[in-house]
């Protein structure tokens, strides 16, 4: 029965959006409403000395971006929440896109001023493929925003989901008031300036028709919110939760992250609503939480969490049973029986020691370079998680040396940060000079700062002209001979040995797949 109330208890969820539309500042608020942290953090401002919880990296503190997914877990009225918060950047789109694959739920920001932008379509797109239920948070409600219904209709349109509003601003920009809460049937204004902590002060309204009303928000905006209401009412269907669950219907609510307004009613509402942790696919058959062995996979991989201690983390989402510590569990990949003495649950960088953890947790490994993405542990099962893609990278450099005497720092900073997923390794068949490959230009600016601040070795690119990247295989073995022979200066190998063809242009690459009907040429990598 224990295993049962531990899977209801908890609420694990990704917040997705477009650079700069709030996602991190929605994060650290939820972190001090939850009570995990007491005074919220700037994520932009340089003259705040306190950063934003979620972004740890000495590289996002300076850029004011995420440029890697972070964990962090809280206990809320007795949920347990895991909070995933991911890059907004399309340069970091693949950590995104595999965090989406560890997440029961997800929260999109949406900034009010600008709308729907093009990364919240792309990352919709992964929660729709995946049925994932989504909720939507309707962000900078403090600065001029477009009419809160053309925003309802934007989102229901770009996104190709229904929506339902369980909030409703009163105003935007200056004569920004609050938000009513439709779920509550409760209006909260906040009559403080108290922004960085959750003290502010609120004012309980259950009877909107009430004369007291005026007196808080003049009779202006309380005729206006009246009426907007009745809309709602009149506009949209009642809120139906199975709908929500079945990612048919995105729930929407309002508010200011920086301000604190609306973000309690986001919170309420979702350890409500959400759903708990649900079942996994494999390659054999679906893993349910309730089971009582343990099954897990590694969603991501981070080197250097602490560089005082060099150390690597695999990201491990618990999918059934209880994991213990110091208990034996099967590395399905390697075959071996592993166990670990420090398994760590996350508050960004914060780590501390667990003795037991359930579906729905993110667990963090102490890993010598033994794991990989998408690796399986389980007690014993032969299993493998599906879904956890590796895609084909869209820009390549070769990468070099810049000082002889740094070679090994180098070497090893390479292999941890592919490890990671960040970008891709390939070895030139022809010279055996290393590219990198990635899907955004920013990685490559990462990839050397983390190099040089995290390994001390210092690298520089230079320019190779490739089309497109994909991975090789036949089941006929002379005619992938004869292809690997007849483009040896276009072949590779990747990390993990598997042959490459790194096709220099579109026609080239038409042209082999045309000429090579055995040969499989494939985009995506499951690993």
Not at 9 to 23: C, L
Not at 59 to 74: C, D, K, L, P, Y
Not at 149 to 168: G, Y
Not at 419 to 425: F, H, I, R, S, Y
Request: negative net charge; contains cysteine.
């Amino acid at each position: 029965m224990a295993l049962i109330d531990e899977i209801t208890k908890r609420r694990t969820f990704a917040i997705i959006s477009h650079p700069d539309a709030g996602k991190t500042t929605l994060t650290e608020k939820l972190l001090l409403f939850g009570g995990a942290i007491h005074v919220a953090g700037a994520v932009k401002s340089n003259k705040i000395k306190k950063g934003a919880t979620s972004d740890f990296m000495e590289i996002e503190r300076q850029r004011g971006i995420s440029v890697a997914t972070s964990v962090m877990g809280f206990d809320y009225r007795n949920v347990k929440i895991n909070i995933l918060d991911t890059p907004g950047h399309e340069d970091f789109a693949e950590d995104t896109y595999r965090t989406l694959t560890a997440v029961d739920s997800v929260i999109i920001v949406i900034d009010g001023a600008k709308g729907v932008e093009t990364q919240t379509r792309k990352l919709m797109n992964v929660c729709r493929m995946r049925n994932t239920p989504v909720m939507v948070f309707i962000n900078k409600l403090d600065r001029p925003c477009k009419d809160p219904f053309d925003l309802l209709d934007e989102v229901e349109r770009e996104l190709k989901i229904k929506v339902r509003p369980l909030a409703f601003p009163i105003s935007s920009g200056e004569t920004f008031r609050g938000v009513y809460n439709i779920y509550e049937h409760n209006l909260s204004l906040f009559t403080s300036d108290e922004r960085q902590t959750a003290d502010a002060s609120t004012v309980e309204f259950d009877d909107i028709s009430s004369p007291e009303l005026d007196k808080y928000i003049t009779p202006r905006f309380a005729a206006q919110l009246r009426e907007n209401l009745e809309l709602v009412e009149g506009v949209y269907d009642p809120f139906d939760r199975d709908a929500y669950l079945r990612g048919e219907v995105a729930p929407v609510f309002f508010g200011s992250a920086v301000n604190n307004f609306g973000v309690r009613e986001l919170l309420e509402c979702f350890i409500r609503i959400a759903p708990s942790p649900r079942p996994s696919t494999t390659e054999t058959r679906t893993v349910m939480p309730d089971e009582p062995k343990m099954t897990g996979f590694v969603f991501k991989i981070h080197a250097n969490m602490d560089p005082n201690h060099r150390d690597r983390i695999a990201f491990l989402k618990i999918c059934s049973g209880t994991f213990e510590r110091n208990k034996n569990y099967l590395h399905v990949r390697s075959g071996k029986q592993l166990k670990f003495s420090s398994p760590t649950a996350f508050m960004a960088e914060k780590k501390s020691v667990i003795d037991f953890a359930f579906p729905g947790d993110i667990v963090g490994l102490h890993d010598t370079g033994t794991f990989k993405i998408g690796d399986t542990f389980t007690e014993g099962e032969k299993l493998k998680f599906t879904g956890i893609p590796s895609f084909s990278p869209e820009l390549f450099r070769y990468i070099e040396n810049a000082d002889p005497m740094k070679f090994k720092q180098l070497a090893k900073g390479i292999d941890q940060l592919m490890d990671e997923g960040v970008a891709q390794l390939f070895t030139s068949s022809l010279n055996g000079r290393k590219i990198i490959g990635t899907v955004g230009a920013l990685q490559f600016e990462v990839i050397q700062y983390r190099l040089e601040h995290e390994y001390g070795a210092s690298c520089r690119w230079e320019p190779i002209s490739i089309h497109k990247a994909c991975w090789i295989e036949s089941d006929n073995a002379e005619q992938l001979a004869d292809f690997k022979r007849r483009k040896h200066a276009n072949m590779a190998v990747d990390k993990h040995g598997r042959d490459v063809f790194l096709a220099d242009t579109s026609y080239a690459l038409a042209l082999a797949q045309e000429n090579f009907k055995d040969i499989r040429f494939h985009f995506t990598s499951e690993f």
